[in-house]
């Protein structure tokens, strides 16, 4: 999974990978070049998520 930076915000999306090599993670597919995503702090981002989905009920 990773965070793609959205107009309001980070929205998760799932990923497949594949090699991976030196600390860098081939990505399959799930994500368009053009996206911008977290490469930092994404810890803080999917606990971010987890909250509102509490907070949901989901």
Do not use: Y
């Not at 597919?29 to 987890?50: C, P």
């Amino acid at each position: 999974m990773v965070f793609v930076r959205t107009r309001r915000g980070f929205q998760a999306r799932p990923v497949v990978t594949g090699a991976r090599s030196g600390g860098r993670v081939v990505i399959e597919s799930g994500l368009e070049a053009q996206w911008r995503i977290a490469t930092a702090n994404a810890f803080l981002l999917k606990a971010e998520l987890e909250k509102e989905e509490a907070e949901h009920g989901h």
